[in-house]
């Protein structure tokens, strides 16, 4: 079978997922830039393969990238290369992420509700102020995206005058369509930007996760190194804004498409955490997440997957696979049994933020809706982020 082409401009995602899917369960794509790798498009299948010992993160296993096949600035090296708990395995992994749970507690996430509540309210009352001058108003700026900007970067303790620019800088990271030039200026403005800022943590301080995670020692003794935490502070920005903002946007345009469905919401027939798994199924923020590696030749289904070869991890695209879901997989139901999903990952890498972006989404998404049960969607059209990695849409422009 030759490659799929895959839309580095995400024009149509679940429209290409769907043929995917209708090829089989695992797929030889092309990424931008001309690189290929497997698509994996059956729930269950790629819920085996991330908890495979078979399977790497650390993208040394990928035997394109160490033949030197894989040309300087490809739109996606940032997220295979970087040496963070992300692309890390075994003992390396266990360390890493060690370190960051230390940091990362229930107790810290629970603690901050106060604060998302606070937020949330300051954020409404700008969307108020905007719908109020009676033209459309931005729900995925000043609302999606803020919220949890606000909440990963206090915690960080990131400072405020340097916010926009990393949300810019992140934003071209998660592109696929960027040029080798533009990828590898990109890249050098965010490594320089977290040095700085790490620097300026461990001269002044303060009450937030930076200075846990400097703190931070294993029971060996061991600490971040100076890469490994810059790394990790970029991962947990990275993941932890544009996540959930795609989550949020993906959730409010789904309601505001179907109001049966929202009814049910607010009528309190169904409760919020429905939508928020739903939405995680139905419409992934994740599209095509890179990388994983084989480690060793698997075959799935008659097919081979060789060693050295990468699998992207289509959570989009398992999202809505009839065979873990049902017929209806394509429909967006928040009365359907609870599903497992795998938007959050699944294994040792399941994602360390997802308890945070559950309680954003759980506390922001009623508060929305119950300022503005008028709410809705302007009479514009809505654009795909030019990704395969970010599934959302460039702005949510509502009314209400």
Request: charged share 20%; aromatic share 6%; net charge negative.
């Amino acid at each position: 079978m030759l490659p799929v082409r895959l839309d580095p401009l995400g024009h149509d995602l679940h429209g290409q997922n769907a043929e995917l899917r209708a090829l089989g369960p695992v797929v030889p794509v092309e990424l931008p830039g001309g690189v290929t790798a497997w698509s994996v498009t059956r729930y269950a299948v790629l819920r085996a393969l991330l908890s495979d010992p078979r399977i790497a993160a650390n993208s040394r296993h990928w035997r394109a990238l160490a033949a030197g096949e894989v040309p300087p600035g490809w739109p996606m090296m940032s997220f295979v290369t970087v040496r963070s708990m992300a692309t890390a395995d075994g003992a390396d992994h266990r360390r890493l992420r060690s370190l960051v749970a230390q940091a990362f507690t229930a107790r810290r996430v629970a603690a901050l509700r106060p604060d998302i509540e606070r937020t949330v309210d300051i954020l409404l009352d700008g969307l108020a102020a905007a719908l109020a001058r009676g033209e459309p108003a931005d729900l995925r700026e000043r609302f999606a995206y803020r919220l949890p900007m606000t909440v990963v970067c206090d915690l960080l303790g990131f400072p405020v005058e340097a916010r926009a620019e990393f949300h810019r800088i992140s934003q071209v990271t998660s592109s696929t369509s960027t040029t080798a030039a533009e990828e590898l200026a990109n890249a050098r403005a965010m490594w320089a930007m977290l040095d700085a800022f790490v620097a300026d943590r461990r001269a002044h301080p303060g009450d937030d996760l930076t200075t846990a995670l400097l703190a931070a020692v294993t029971e060996d003794g061991e600490v971040l190194s100076e890469s490994e935490l810059t790394a990790t502070l970029a991962t947990l920005l990275v993941a932890g804004h544009s996540t959930v903002t795609n989550l949020l946007t993906n959730a409010v345009r789904a309601l505001l498409s179907d109001r049966d469905q929202l009814t049910l919401l607010t009528s309190g027939q169904q409760p919020w955490r429905s939508l928020v798994e739903e939405i995680l199924r139905w419409d992934s923020p994740l599209g095509h997440f890179p990388m994983r590696y084989a480690t060793e030749d698997i075959e799935i289904e008659g097919t081979v997957i060789a060693k050295g070869d990468p699998i992207i991890l289509s959570f989009a695209a398992v999202g809505r696979d009839a065979g873990a879901y049902g017929p209806d997989a394509d429909r967006f139901d928040i009365t359907r049994p609870p599903a497992a999903h795998l938007s959050l990952g699944h294994g040792v890498h399941f994602c360390v933020g997802a308890p945070l972006a559950r309680l954003q989404a759980e506390i922001a998404l009623p508060a929305l809706f119950t300022r503005f049960p008028n709410l809705a969607l302007a009479d514009e059209p809505l654009s795909p982020l030019p990704s395969l990695i970010s599934n959302s849409v460039r702005a949510l422009p509502v009314i209400g």
